[in-house]
């Protein structure tokens, strides 16, 4: 048997370690400590300059069916897709979506909380008579951004997935340029959503480092997008101004069958 290496990330001591027995000693009784073994030597540590997270993120890819297995099929009263493998890779996998009609128009934010493969929560809110199909993105990342800190704090893997490119694009690409040049995009010209933009960023730059952000397509019959679409759609229609968990049975083939945005 090829001798392991392991990596200890949060411990007495941290670093790259070559027995188990050393590994125990420096984790024994800490219950936020954060340690995995590898193969190699060079895995352990390629892993040890990297975070306890993306590590763990790696690691549940890797295991994760390829693509010349056999695709799930979805049930006969239903076309949605199964997110439970090629998705839904982190511990907790947050989805967010936003829907106005018209627009601008009647807005409001949903969002689906999957623990690995499991709907866990769905939460919607954040109505606004004046709102836009951009704003009610923006408050959806936001409010999923928020959500993800107590995960993060568990020492979790947090995926957000959303649809609005031009939501992650503001946070992931954009909000830094912007903030150089003091929050306009130059010459003095107004940014849109200012206001939810900083403060996704503010949370962003907090959590960037054990948080991945997704595009999933929308309307593609995507399980946990299209719950996330019935709760902003939900949040819209009941004039929700709070963010609230939804409180009825999660029956997903009812949920789905509710008005879409």
Partial sequence: ??????????????????????????????????????????????????????????????????????????????????????????????????????????????????????????????????????????????????LAVSYIQQNHSVQILSDSKYSIDCITKWAKGWKNKGWTRGKGEEIKNLDVIKDCYALHEKLKQNLTISHVKGHANIEGNELSDRMAVLARTQAEKGFVKYSQAIDIHSILAMASG
């Avoid at 190699?40 to 390829?66: D, I, V």
């Fill in 1 to 146: 048997m090829s001798k392991k290496h392991y990596v200890i990330w949060k411990g007495k001591q941290t670093g790259v370690f070559d027995t188990w027995s050393t590994v125990q000693s420096l984790v024994a009784g800490m219950n936020n400590a954060q340690y995995m073994g590898f193969a190699s030597k060079a895995e352990a540590e390629a892993a040890y300059k990297e975070t306890y997270t993306k590590a763990l993120m790696k690691r549940s890819l890797a295991k994760a069916p390829n693509s010349s297995s056999k695709p799930a099929t979805a049930s006969k009263s239903t076309s949605v897709k199964s997110t439970k493998t090629s998705l839904n890779f982190a511990d907790y996998n947050i989805y967010c979506d936003g829907a106005c009609s018209p627009n601008p128009g009647k807005s409001g934010s949903g969002i689906a909380i999957y623990e690995k493969e499991q709907v866990k929560e769905l939460w919607y809110g954040l109505y606004d008579k004046h709102g836009t199909n951009n704003t009610a993105e923006l408050h959806a990342l936001h409010e999923a951004l928020k």
